[in-house]
Nanobody, 118 residues
Framework: QVQLVESGGGSVQTGGSLRLSCAAS????????MGWYRQAPGKEREYVAS???????TYSDPVKGRFTISRDNAKNTMSLQMNSLKPEDTAVYYC????????????WGQGTQVTVSS
């Protein structure tokens, strides 16, 4: 079991930046996959970015080139640097981890609100 706590959300204007952090309650060294998802009002939760235990990163097309995901195994944290923010990035952002054989274990944070105004 692992608890996840997101922080760093807030309100910014178009073109601004925010850095989200996700703190895990235990070592993330063995966690296979860490990622960020987001959910805008009236929409389904969608994938944003992920990073493997080896540091391999992937991004959804809407955020590619603007967002950067990273993890710090020593601090048990994951971050999402968000630059050139757009109003369509407005959503609740959730931290997610998957681990174990076949990634059977799947945990979510409580979410943090990001609001981008035009």
């Amino acid at each position: 079991q692992v608890q996840l706590v997101e922080s760093g959300g807030g309100s910014v204007q178009t073109g601004g930046s925010l850095r989200l952090s996700c703190a895990a309650s235990r070592s993330i060294f063995s966690i296979n996959l860490m990622g960020w998802y987001r959910q805008a009002p009236g929409k389904e939760r969608e994938y944003v970015a992920s990073i493997s235990s080896r540091g391999t990163t992937t991004y959804s097309d809407p955020v590619k080139g603007r967002f950067t995901i990273s993890r710090d195994n020593a601090k048990n944290t994951m971050s999402l640097q968000m630059n050139s923010l757009k109003p369509e990035d407005t959503a609740v952002y959730y931290c997610n981890v998957k681990y174990g054989s076949d990634l059977r274990y799947n945990h979510w944070g409580q979410g943090t609100q990001v609001t981008v105004s035009s």
